[in-house]
């Protein structure tokens, strides 16, 4: 296990960090971000991109692009999700986040409690976000990404409050389904929207 916090390198390896975004969202891609940072350019204020101000995040997301490395921004699809579950579809796109990077890192901390299969040498750090500076740098990139998407979408399919909420299941979110219906952007595997398909397909049945 990890302890020390904010390492740039680990035992004398080129350390990339990765982390993704949208796990528990009913809508929208899961994003992974892949860092490795400089340690000759300290980026201040890295934290679990949870915990900072949109601003901050913001600001910082700039500052990663500018001072790392290497960074690598990937996804998993709604689709994937649908078909090989959340948790492996966020694996995959940590998967291809590191795989996308232009430098390969020597030693590779995934946050979380679960490494991708791939064949670098890697551990899992639990709450690595708040503890190790590259992955907190690609929490932050991830995180950024998703969020803007999912504003876009709000103009997209308007009345469901995606700007606000995330695509997370909020009490706005949750009307709307049962109004509007669900979207394509929407995980159909996922119980919620899966209980929205299955009484919208009932009440054809019983229509016609």
């Known amino acids: 296990m990890i302890n020390e916090p904010y390492i740039c390198t680990y035992q004398g390896h080129l350390l990339a960090g990765v982390d993704e975004v949208g796990r528990g969202p ?3 891609d899961v994003v992974a971000a892949a860092v490795i940072l400089d340690p000759n350019q ?3 204020g890295l934290a679990d991109s949870k915990k900072l101000t949109e601003k901050k995040r913001e600001s910082l997301f700039v500052e990663i692009q500018e001072r ?26 940590m998967h291809r986040a590191v795989a996308g990077l232009h430098i390969r890192p020597e030693f590779v901390l995934v946050d979380g409690n679960k490494i991708p299969k791939w064949d670098y040498q890697a551990e899992a750090v639990v709450k690595g976000d708040s ?17 803007r998407e999912m ?3 709000d103009e997209t399919y308007p009345g ?6 995330k695509g997370y299941p909020t009490k706005v979110h949750m009307a709307a389904l049962d109004v509007q219906g669900i979207t394509p952007i929407h995980r159909r595997s996922f119980g919620p929207v899966r209980a929205r398909l ?9 229509s016609t």
């Open 160 to 165: 469901y409050g995606f700007a606000g909420h």
């Open 151 to 153: 504003v876009a979408f």
């Open 42 to 44: 300290t980026i201040e």
């Open 198 to 206: 299955e009484l919208d397909a009932t009440l054809t049945s019983t």
């Open 131 to 147: 503890r190790v500076a590259a992955i907190s740098a690609g929490s932050i990139l991830a995180k950024v990404v998703r969020d």
């Open 68 to 93: 790392a490395l290497s960074w690598c921004v990937a996804r998993a699809s709604v689709a994937e999700i649908d078909e090989i579950n959340i948790l492996q579809a966020s694996l995959l796109a």
């Open 26 to 28: 009913l809508a929208g």
